[in-house]
């Protein structure tokens, strides 16, 4: 069994979760939504960086985490997707991130040498599949308790729901839980901070 699987295996059976407690959507600074319609979910890519990306999408009918996703890639919001080759609309394989917004972009490489890398050294991008690490995949309906999702991305989307990535790096293959949710300030200490500092977005700490 490759490591990988194993970390899979012990991902599904005892899970992971969050701190205590619940957030809403309007609570969640998101960079950007896509989409129209009365349904929306969430997409939570954590690189295990100093940010965490959090992306919306908006929906009627039905739609699959797969569309989420291709749509996100899709809208010029500084997502970047690449699928696994063999397993396209199945199994991420590269993830990028325009962090500061300059238009820089990503040269993925392939599973036999993951190496691809990102144009602007101030922008996020990981891949891997055996060696790197991988993308493992979660979901969750509060973005605090999340659960391993080994079903993967062509699950049908359901209203308010949280779809999340954590970047697991190789050797450990354990990045935890999508976590650093960017939140937006309460009214009380966004109008102190405005008075002394100026508005400074909260954020839980980033682990070290």
């Known amino acids: 069994m ?15 979760t969050g701190t205590a407690g619940a ?20 997409l939570v890519v954590d690189w295990q960086e100093a940010r965490t990306l959090v992306l ?12 989420m996703v291709n749509a996100l890639h899709d809208a010029n919001v500084g997502f970047y997707r690449k699928w696994h080759p063999e397993y396209v609309n199945k199994s991420i394989f590269g993830m990028g ?18 190496i691809g890398y990102a144009t602007d050294p101030d922008d996020y991008y990981a891949e891997g599949w055996m060696n790197n690490g991988y993308w493992a995949y979660f ?7 999340w659960s391993y999702d080994g079903a993967g991305l062509e699950h049908t989307l359901t209203d308010g729901e949280w779809n999340g990535f954590s970047w ?8 935890g839980v999508p976590d650093n949710i960017p939140l937006l300030p ?8 405005a008075g002394a500092l100026g508005v400074v977005v909260g954020r839980r700490p980033r682990r070290p």
């Open 186 to 193: 309460e009214p009380a200490t966004a109008l102190l901070a």
């Open 56 to 67: 919306g999408y908006r929906w009627d009918g039905s739609a699959t985490a797969v569309q």
């Open 97 to 114: 991130w325009d962090v500061d917004g300059d238009g820089g972009s990503f040269v993925p490489g392939f599973p036999e040498n993951e």
């Open 23 to 42: 957030y809403t959507f309007d609570e969640v600074a998101v960079d950007a939504w896509v989409g129209s319609g009365d349904n929306r979910a969430l």
């Open 139 to 145: 979901t969750s309906s509060n973005g605090v308790l």
């Open 2 to 16: 490759s490591a990988r699987t194993w970390v899979s295996a012990v991902l599904a059976i005892v899970g992971l």
């Open 168 to 175: 697991a790096a190789a050797p450990s293959w354990d990045g």
